[in-house]
């Protein structure tokens, strides 16, 4: 009897995690969609690339907002969420403040640090107010409030920029520096097991064009096309996610999924994706799949690209791909949305319940931990 209810403890326990993890995401979808939208027309490789040119290019610099956008505010959306999830408004107001010592601190988009340092930056203000409540003098409620807010959140920003920052920093360098191994030693379908996971974390372009694309190019240049070129920018496996989201979802996921694989298989913009898989963390199995069955049916067909497809559209991917690549590479676009929106779909369905139960009830974790306490009854 302590064994099950050890492990429904657990498993609750998990679905908490979850659903915060959710909780956080999913309110900053759009978002995430604007930013994928604004990078699909302006950068340079977009579908309207003179508008976001300089103003003395005859542009109108929307390409400025790409970036600010993806290392500023994206980021300091979820640490602002996560920590109202925490804390309320003031939780969210010291979680962000937090999270910009990490953001400033990092050259690369600081989500995980966000989704870390936004939660437990709101609780510790939490703790740090218990410790004089019901203390204060009355009209010095609010003197206390900003000035504690204040000294809390600046203190941490500080702390994140000193502490988190050179530890994310290794995070992605490993990554990278693994991922390059494995390209080394030849087995490139393990290499998915790096680079998805590394993509949900936006390290993708350093992934990308700090290891795969000058090793890809050094390959094309002997022998006019590589394989590595395809590891990071097939779009298969994010198509076949988002659409098991589109088929399966619920709520704000099903809805927003249609839209999201526009961005994603024609725009090209991958991140749009990777909150779907932050929402459920299990379906970074299905981006792992899909990634090794795509590598796996390009060593297979011996097909690759002529040069990086940028932005990571099905379109710029034909228009790189070699003239005798055309059959490999359609059927690793094919096959890794297949294998991807199967497993997806098996981990969607599985908590579909527990998705519709949020949805119509709002308090998710209650109605488990009730029904884990009713079992072990």
């Given at each position: 009897?302590?064994?099950?209810?050890?492990?429904?403890?657990?498993?609750?326990?998990?679905?908490?995690?979850?659903?915060?993890?959710?909780?956080?995401?999913?309110?900053?979808?759009?978002?995430?969609?604007?930013?994928?939208?604004?990078?699909?027309?302006?950068?340079?490789?977009?579908?309207?690339?003179?508008?976001?040119?300089?103003?003395?290019?005859?542009?109108?610099?929307?390409?400025?907002?790409?970036?600010?956008?993806?290392?500023?505010?994206?980021?300091?959306?979820?640490?602002?969420?996560?920590?109202?999830?925490?804390?309320?408004?003031?939780?969210?107001?010291?979680?962000?403040?937090?999270?910009?010592?990490?953001?400033?601190?990092?050259?690369?988009?600081?989500?995980?640090?966000?989704?870390?340092?936004?939660?437990?930056?709101?609780?510790?203000?939490?703790?740090?107010?218990?410790?004089?409540?019901?203390?204060?003098?009355?009209?010095?409620?609010?003197?206390?409030?900003?000035?504690?807010?204040?000294?809390?959140?600046?203190?941490?920003?500080?702390?994140?920029?000193?502490?988190?920052?050179?530890?994310?920093?290794?995070?992605?360098?490993?990554?990278?520096?693994?991922?390059?191994?494995?390209?080394?030693?030849?087995?490139?379908?393990?290499?998915?097991?790096?680079?998805?996971?590394?993509k949900v974390l936006f390290l993708n372009n350093a992934i990308n064009h700090g290891v795969l694309t000058p090793l890809g190019t050094e390959a094309s240049v002997e022998t006019g096309k590589s394989i590595l070129f395809l590891l990071e920018a097939n779009p298969g496996p994010g198509l076949g996610i988002l659409a098991a989201f589109a088929l399966f979802?619920?709520?704000?996921?099903?809805?927003?999924?249609?839209?999201?694989?526009?961005?994603?298989?024609?725009?090209?913009?991958?991140?749009?994706?990777?909150?779907?898989?932050?929402?459920?963390?299990?379906?970074?199995?299905?981006?792992?799949?899909?990634?090794?069955?795509?590598?796996?049916?390009?060593?297979?067909?011996?097909?690759?690209?002529?040069?990086?497809?940028?932005?990571?559209?099905?379109?710029?991917?034909?228009?790189?791909?070699?003239?005798?690549?055309?059959?490999?590479?359609?059927?690793?676009?094919?096959?890794?949305?297949?294998?991807?929106?199967?497993?997806?779909?098996?981990?969607?369905?599985?908590?579909?319940?527990?998705?519709?139960?949020?949805?119509?009830?709002?308090?998710?974790?209650?109605?488990?931990?009730?029904?884990?306490?009713?079992?072990?009854?």
């Open positions: 009897m302590s064994d099950i209810k050890s492990n429904g403890g657990f498993r609750v326990g998990v679905q908490k995690f979850g659903t915060f993890l959710s909780g956080m995401v999913m309110p900053n979808i759009s978002a995430f969609i604007a930013w994928g939208l604004i990078t699909a027309f302006f950068i340079p490789t977009g579908w309207t690339p003179q508008l976001g040119a300089p103003v003395e290019d005859g542009g109108l610099n929307f390409l400025a907002l790409v970036g600010p956008m993806i290392v500023n505010l994206l980021p300091l959306l979820i640490a602002n969420t996560g920590g109202r999830l925490v804390y309320g408004a003031r939780g969210g107001v010291v979680a962000t403040i937090a999270t910009m010592g990490v953001i400033v601190g990092t050259t690369i988009p600081m989500f995980m640090g966000a989704m870390i340092i936004g939660p437990l930056a709101a609780w510790i203000m939490k703790k740090v107010d218990a410790i004089w409540a019901g203390r204060i003098k009355p009209g010095f409620e609010m003197l206390v409030d900003n000035f504690s807010a204040g000294i809390v959140g600046g203190g941490l920003s500080l702390i994140a920029f000193l502490g988190m920052s050179p530890i994310l920093t290794a995070i992605s360098d490993t990554l990278g520096k693994g991922v390059e191994w494995l390209v080394s030693t030849g087995f490139l379908p393990a290499a998915s097991i790096l680079i998805e996971p590394a979802g619920v709520g704000l996921s099903k809805a927003s999924a249609p839209g999201a694989i526009i961005i994603h298989f024609l725009g090209g913009i991958h991140e749009v994706y990777f909150p779907y898989i932050l929402m459920k963390p299990a379906l970074i199995l299905a981006a792992i799949a899909g990634g090794a069955t795509g590598v796996a049916t390009n060593m297979i067909f011996g097909s690759g690209l002529r040069a990086p497809a940028s932005p990571g559209s099905i379109v710029a991917v034909l228009i790189q791909t070699a003239s005798d690549s055309y059959i490999g590479v359609i059927l690793s676009v094919v096959l890794s949305a297949t294998v991807s929106f199967l497993v997806a779909g098996v981990i969607i369905r599985a908590t579909r319940s527990r998705d519709i139960a949020t949805d119509e009830n709002g308090d998710l974790s209650s109605a488990i931990a009730q029904s884990a306490s009713n079992k072990g009854k």
